[in-house]
């Protein structure tokens, strides 16, 4: 199979501190040891975040992902156009450690799973000739919710310079699935057996970055309050709330102190087996929402390549 889900992204920063509070803002833990910062969901023992202190400029450093079939990985990936290395820098050799034919780097690891969320109430809507919800309100005042809790991140969406050539990668070496795509513009990719319908997304870009990584919540409402409540003590910009058209889902986007974002999310489409589902290229017009405020005007600008123009000139 390969590709299992999403494990974590790891980011270089500058300092630790906007970030552990953005973070924990957002609902993660943190465990802070030196200059390294590692952010996880309630009840997870493994992080989701991993921020790494003292670097010049927000940097993505890599993304890690649970795989099995890892020395057929390895071996298909040389042919591929991606390389086979070992940990870098304050990391192991733990597990498989690849670059992929833009540079960027991938930790797989053959682990087990982080426990399913527990399931909450079922989320009900009385619809036309469909009343469900009967004799109490849906909705309680609202000092009586708790803040939004990450139960587990559902996925990451980075930067390509070749949308289609890391599509490739992903499906021939990685062994996902591509579940849809706007062109060559965006394209998201599952595993190939019981998966979000996106695991690891591309955005076009002049290069490699980091984009966003997506955290589900228990339903709609709470991604509603939990991004209001973000936006309220960050002051950052934000986008939601709304709904993709491309998986599906409910979203509301948080700029992280660097530029890049922050997901919450619920009600993502569901791919049990890759087999049956047919990947759609979509229209420009809904690679990125069916409905929503306006799209921020940076809302998929690479802040890492304005650095390395700004190195490139100095």
């Given at each position: 199979?390969?590709?299992?889900?999403?494990?974590?992204?790891?980011?270089?920063?500058?300092?630790?501190?906007?970030?552990?509070?953005?973070?924990?803002?957002?609902?993660?833990?943190?465990?802070?040891?030196?200059?390294?910062?590692?952010?996880?969901?309630?009840?997870?023992?493994?992080?989701?975040?991993?921020?790494?202190?003292?670097?010049?400029?927000?940097?993505?450093?890599?993304?890690?992902?649970?795989?099995?079939?890892?020395?057929?990985?390895?071996?298909?990936?040389?042919?591929?156009?991606?390389?086979?290395?070992?940990?870098?820098?304050?990391?192991?050799?733990?597990?498989?450690?690849?670059?992929?034919?833009?540079?960027?780097?991938?930790?797989?690891?053959?682990?087990?799973?982080?426990p399913e969320p527990e399931a909450g109430p079922p989320f009900e809507i009385n619809a036309p000739g469909r009343l469900i919800r009967k004799r109490r309100s849906a909705i309680l005042p609202s000092a009586s919710y708790p803040p939004a809790k990450p139960l587990r991140l559902g996925h990451v969406l980075v930067f390509s310079p070749d949308v289609p050539r890391s599509v490739s990668f992903m499906t021939e070496v990685l062994g996902m699935g591509l579940a849809d795509r706007a062109q060559d513009v965006i394209a998201f990719c599952?595993?190939?057996?019981?998966?979000?319908?996106?695991?690891?997304?591309?955005?076009?870009?002049?290069?490699?970055?980091?984009?966003?990584?997506?955290?589900?919540?228990?339903?709609?409402?709470?991604?509603?309050?939990?991004?209001?409540?973000?936006?309220?003590?960050?002051?950052?910009?934000?986008?939601?709330?709304?709904?993709?058209?491309?998986?599906?889902?409910?979203?509301?986007?948080?700029?992280?102190?660097?530029?890049?974002?922050?997901?919450?999310?619920?009600?993502?489409?569901?791919?049990?087996?890759?087999?049956?589902?047919?990947?759609?290229?979509?229209?420009?017009?809904?690679?990125?929402?069916?409905?929503?405020?306006?799209?921020?005007?940076?809302?998929?600008?690479?802040?890492?390549?304005?650095?390395?123009?700004?190195?490139?000139?100095?």
């Open positions: 199979m390969a590709v299992l889900g999403a494990l974590s992204v790891t980011l270089e920063i500058p300092d630790l501190e906007p970030g552990v509070k953005f973070y924990t803002d957002a609902g993660l833990l943190s465990d802070v040891d030196g200059s390294v910062a590692r952010l996880r969901c309630e009840g997870h023992k493994r992080s989701s975040v991993v921020l790494l202190g003292g670097a010049p400029r927000k940097r993505l450093h890599h993304i890690s992902l649970r795989a099995d079939d890892l020395p057929g990985i390895a071996m298909r990936a040389g042919n591929s156009g991606g390389k086979v290395g070992s940990g870098p820098r304050r990391f192991d050799d733990e597990g498989l450690w690849i670059e992929d034919p833009h540079g960027m780097l991938i930790h797989l690891s053959d682990c087990e799973p982080d599952c595993a190939r057996k019981n998966s979000d319908h996106h695991v690891v997304a591309f955005a076009k870009s002049t290069g490699v970055g980091f984009h966003h990584a997506s955290f589900l919540v228990g339903d709609p409402d709470e991604v509603g309050r939990g991004g209001r409540a973000l936006v309220a003590k960050t002051g950052r910009g934000d986008w939601g709330f709304g709904r993709h058209t491309i998986g599906s889902n409910f979203f509301h986007y948080i700029q992280d102190p660097w530029g890049s974002w922050f997901e919450y999310y619920s009600d993502m489409d569901y791919i049990d087996d890759y087999a049956h589902w047919l990947p759609q290229n979509y229209a420009m017009a809904d690679s990125l929402a069916n409905w929503g405020p306006p799209v921020p005007h940076d809302f998929v600008h690479n802040y890492e390549m304005d650095t390395k123009l700004e190195t490139a000139s100095a």
